[in-house]
């Protein structure tokens, strides 16, 4: 078929099916530790409110794709932003673009996919035990959605400064409550997922109990982590750059680094390269998450097949 196919914000939504993306997410994250992505560091150029950032990729098996994204912070409501953009799929062999998908709710489930993934692997108890979701905004209810569906039976809680809004959240996952607060939610947690627009950090080192596994994949301007936090967990990331890059690369947490910290892949883990968490309930570990070009195109290409399968979208010559 001719022209580009260009699904809006409702089909891209739709056809991000939960169980393909966990699994192409999978596939992409153990490329890139087997170093078989073509992915440069993202780039962003800068304005006054946020940033425009640029992420191309290559996954042998899944795709080439990139993504251009906006992240700027929302006039309206101090202390939240906005991510959107939009993610091109071009057939890796002659260069066509085959589909335009919206780029904000593909970066919501994908991200999603990315810390369930961790948390499935690195959490000290394999059904993941009580989950506290940090966060209200558009990446917390994407992960409430998607943890509904690999785990619906989950004792989740949810916090956040707004309790109108986290009750909104927690209406996405049938075993979810709200928490009184983020320390409340964090201290009765063994796996956390801290999904904000944090500039400053949320989790304090005092709250986790021994053998929590935290994913935290907020914080694209600053940390969700306290230094406590990092200096005594065991780390992992999707890349290497996590750590060796600056921000907005890099994660804020991951900076500077005391010589020695090692920052293992999670696709090291998913792949049975890396013992992970190897059996030990006490470690604290840390998965966190910078986004990587990778998962835009695992998560574009589940788009496209399943929008083909069902006819969605329209066809536009460009």
Known sequence: MSGVLVLDRRQTAAALRA???????????????????SAPPRIAALTPTGLLGAMPGYVPGLGLAAKLVTVTADPGHPGRGFHRGLVALFDEHDGRVLALVDGESLTEVRTAASATQSALALAARPGLGR???????????AQLALLATV???????????????????????????????????????????????????????????????????????GPELDPGTVRDAVLFAEWTGAALAPPPAGAHELQ??????????????LAGDHPGRGGDTDTLTVFKSTGHAALDVAAVRVAYDVALEQGWGVRVDL
């Open 19 to 37: 169980d393909a993306v966990l699994d192409a997410v999978a596939r992409a994250l153990v490329a890139v530790a087997r170093d078989e992505v």
């Open 131 to 141: 989950v506290a979701v940090v966060g209200t905004g558009a990446q917390a209810r």
């Open 151 to 221: 785990r619906p039976k989950a004792e989740v809680t949810v916090a956040g400064r707004d309790p109108q809004r986290a009750g909104a959240a927690a209406a996405l996952h049938p075993g979810a409550r709200v928490a009184a607060g983020i320390e409340d939610a964090v201290r009765g947690a063994e796996v956390v997922f801290c999904c904000t627009g944090a500039t400053a950090p949320v989790i304090r080192r005092e709250w986790l109990a021994p053998g929590v596994h935290v994913s935290s994949v907020g914080g694209s301007q």
């Open 256 to 269: 500077n680094l005391s010589p020695g910290r090692t920052v293992t892949l999670l696709g090291c883990v």
